[in-house]
């Protein structure tokens, strides 16, 4: 099933991983040790997160280390921001016939 | 016209809501009519070009308003609004699911909520969009978009002939 992003960041250990990753790329196992978390705990919330695209994997050798997908942080504030529009446009809708309204009833 | 009429969004990403605030030049009780009347909803509750066409609403506790959006082209987006709470006049709150053209809901959808309350002759209205999800959003304005180029596009055309 895809992961929603909304549902991956609701997570604090989830947030609290990618604060780390942002700042530099991390194994599964050095998140593990940083957490204080078991390899499965962690497995888990690494494909959350790789499944929303929000970090991806980079082999290096015969090591995985996740990265920030800062590209689709930016998309979602993107989305958000015409959700925003959306609404801006409808109330100025609603501002005009609130106002007709009133002079109809004066 | 309303550059002294409050409006905030807010979106708090990690307990998955949204938050928006807007003030109205109205009293309270026009102003709940606006939002909980199915004539008066049809328009203003879609952003131009888009249309909102209501099929039926029963705004009742455990009624529903069952709409769609409609782009220029003609293409339909339905919705099932149903309502879980109602305090006439200050407040509401309804569970809001995308659906296909006959009524089937995809689930799952998301909590609103909304609250009136009157100042000086001004209604500010609150909103909260509870667990409202990203892929939700995306669908939501996938039918936007085509809307928003065209208004653009317009306006250039405009431009071109008033220069």
């Known amino acids: 099933m895809k992961q929603d992003i909304f549902h991956a960041i609701s997570d604090p250990t989830r947030r609290a991983i990618l604060t780390l990753i942002a ?5 599964p196992n050095a998140m593990a040790e940083k957490f204080d978390m078991s390899r499965q705990a962690v497995s888990k919330h690494i494909k959350v997160l790789h499944q929303c695209e929000l970090i991806k994997p980079v082999q290096s050798g015969r090591e995985i280390y996740y990265h920030f997908n800062a590209i689709k942080m930016k998309e979602f504030d993107h989305w958000l921001a015409q959700f925003r529009q959306n609404w801006e446009t409808q109330f100025n809708q609603l501002d005009q016939l609130l106002s007709t309204i009133k002079e109809q009833q004066s | 016209m309303n550059n002294d009429l409050l409006f905030d969004f807010n979106v708090d990403k990690s307990a998955k809501t949204v938050y928006i605030t807007r003030e109205f030049n109205a009293g309270q009780s ?3 009519e606006a939002f909980t009347k199915a004539e008066l909803l049809d328009q203003w509750g879609a952003p ?5 066409k209501t ?8 009624g529903r308003r069952f709409y769609a959006m409609i782009n220029p082209e003609g293409q ?10 109602i305090t006439p006049k200050t407040n509401f709150k309804m569970y809001n699911t995308f659906a296909d053209e006959n009524e089937n809901r995809e689930m799952p959808g998301s909590e609103w909520e909304y609250n009136f309350s009157e100042q000086n002759g001004k209604t500010r209205v609150d909103i909260t969009i509870f667990n409202e999800s990203f892929e ?3 669908k939501l304005l996938e039918g936007f978009k085509i809307g928003f180029t065209m208004t653009l596009e317009n306006l250039e055309e405009l431009l071109a002939t008033l220069s």
């Open chain 1, 23 to 27: 700042i530099q790329a991390l194994t």
């Open chain 2, 30 to 32: 026009l102003v709940w």
């Open chain 2, 48 to 52: 131009a070009p888009m249309r909102a």
């Open chain 2, 55 to 62: 099929r039926y609403m029963n705004f009742e506790v455990g």
């Open chain 2, 76 to 85: 339909e987006r339905w919705s099932v609004q149903e309502y879980t709470s």
């Open chain 2, 136 to 138: 939700r959003l995306e």
